[in-house]
């Protein structure tokens, strides 16, 4: 055993002997207590620290250690915190959906990202090591992120090092260019159907949300015309590559229209470029910023869904006086990204385990969807893939009219399947009813059950409520 266990092993010991005794009552001494629990005395000494900081004991200099006890506290009344908090921002329900990790138990078909088979351990491990022992691990950075890990992540967006930011994940990163590209109280244009985390974006940036209707080929530019003459928004978030949860890729055609309503409004388009390594059938397109000379779309990229979740690493990519303001804002935020996750990010994209990571990772996830797709095409009409993503992690499902999905959802979790409710991937009310189910989470076996789960749960609802 080593010392930190038996540290741990003698604090619980102490712990139980501090419950039987009363406040203010006095623990033997560390040179007794060694004795007598045959420690060392820094073993004991290292004990009771871990129980000083719990607040069960306090340690008096020259007089030994004493049990704590605490003040007895009123009742406590929050009523006061309603009124002045006022109106909630954040839609807690997207948000409860969104940030659902489930059991060990349950079968994980709503994760956003990569199951740990999936990720590049070893490689991770090692250049997190490496960089542990980096002379710089430790130290300050600049705000803007490292030189090296900018100019690499600026690559993909044929972009310079300086117009590059590196922030701590992609949700901050869409919080942080809302909030600093508009006012609150502006309005956004998010297509529909949308990832929720956008939505919560907005709210948290207190922006006001209009949806514009998006099919198998993305934003649809009439109704996005239209937006923008109605509510003068000054900016457009769109997924122009493997949309979440529709799959959907933004034609070429579309593309050029997208642009050119940008430009003649004035607008900004925020590009979440979360699927940029993850095209399954062919290379996702290229990313609309480098179709934008005139600093009109600002692309938003991440690593933790190609990577793993706690490499919280993302860049924002923005030309002219918008990058530059949201490269001062940056300060506001925090004073920099740890530099000891930015040198393990740069040494892992600089490896050669990089390119055989992501290779591997694709056909691991090809595999699975094509699973995915098998099932659920196995349980229609009750489930019904409208189609096949090219790329991406999710499959969007449809079920019959009349099938409350929240309610679905609740009954798959309690049947131990964790499933996207489709209506929190619409902004308002939803055309039709949908869940979105994730391939990247589950193992093979674990998708064709959590999909039989699912398809006899819908044919219950799909016959009741004919």
């Known amino acids: ?47 009771l620290a871990r129980l000083t900081a719990l607040g069960l004991v306090r340690a008096e200099p020259g007089r030994g250690t004493f049990v704590a006890g605490r003040r007895a506290q009123p009742e406590p009344d ?39 088979e999936l990720q590049p351990t070893e490689a991770l491990r090692a250049q997190a090591s490496r960089a542990a022992r980096s002379a710089r691990a430790w130290s300050m950075v600049p705000v803007a992120g490292l030189p090296d890990l900018r100019r690499v992540l ?78 003068r928004a000054r900016v457009v978030y769109l997924q122009p590559g493997c949309a979440n949860p529709t799959g959907a890729v933004l034609s070429p055609e579309r593309r050029a229209e997208v642009l050119a309503l940008a430009a003649e409004h004035g607008a900004f388009v925020v590009e979440d470029d979360w699927a940029r390594h993850l095209g399954l059938d062919g290379p996702t397109p290229l990313p609309l910023l480098t179709e934008d000379p005139h600093g009109h779309v600002v692309s938003i990229a991440t690593l933790t869904k190609v990577v793993a979740p706690g490499l919280r690493i993302a860049a924002v990519v923005a030309r002219g006086p918008a990058g530059e ?41 090809t595999e699975r969807r094509d699973a995915m797709i098998d099932h659920v ?46 209506a929190h991937y619409f902004v308002d009310e939803p055309p039709a009813p949908y869940v979105r189910l994730s391939y990247s989470a589950a193992s093979e076996p674990q998708i064709a059950e959590g999909v ?7 044919a219950e609802r799909a016959v009741s409520s004919a």
């Open 1 to 47: 055993m080593n010392d930190d266990n038996r540290a741990a092993e003698i604090a619980e010991l102490l712990r139980r002997r501090a419950e039987t005794m009363a406040v203010g009552d006095r623990l033997p001494g560390v040179r007794q207590l060694s004795r007598e629990l045959a420690a060392s005395a820094a073993t004991v000494s290292a004990a």
């Open 377 to 422: 095409r196995e349980h229609g009409p009750h489930l019904r893939l409208t189609h096949p993503p090219r790329g991406g992690i999710h499959l969007w499902v449809r079920v019959p009219e009349g099938v409350d999905t929240a309610a679905l959802a609740g009954a798959a979790q309690a049947a131990g399947v964790l499933v996207g409710d489709g």
């Open 325 to 365: 303001r949201l490269r001062t804002a940056r300060i506001a935020e925090d004073m920099c990204v740890p530099a000891l996750l930015q040198e393990t990010a740069l040494g892992l994209l600089t490896a050669p385990a990089w390119p055989r990571h992501l290779k591997v990772l694709r056909a691991r996830l």
């Open 154 to 231: 600026a690559a993909d967006y044929d972009a310079e090092p300086g117009d590059v930011l590196v922030v701590p994940g992609g949700q901050q990163a869409l919080v942080f260019v809302l909030r600093t590209l508009a006012e609150p109280g502006d309005t956004v244009l998010v297509e529909s159907p949308s990832y929720p985390g956008a939505v919560l974006a907005a709210q948290a940036a207190g922006l006001e949300l209009a949806a514009v209707p998006a099919d198998l080929d993305g934003i649809r530019p009439d109704l996005l015309a239209d937006a923008l003459e109605r509510t």
């Open 78 to 116: 929050y009523s006061w915190q309603s009124q002045a908090l006022g109106r909630a921002r954040v839609d807690p329900r997207r948000a409860g959906r969104l940030g659902a990790h489930g059991g060990a138990e349950d079968i994980q078909l709503s994760w956003g990202y990569t199951a740990a």
């Open 452 to 458: 039989r789960r699912l398809a006899g749960l819908v």
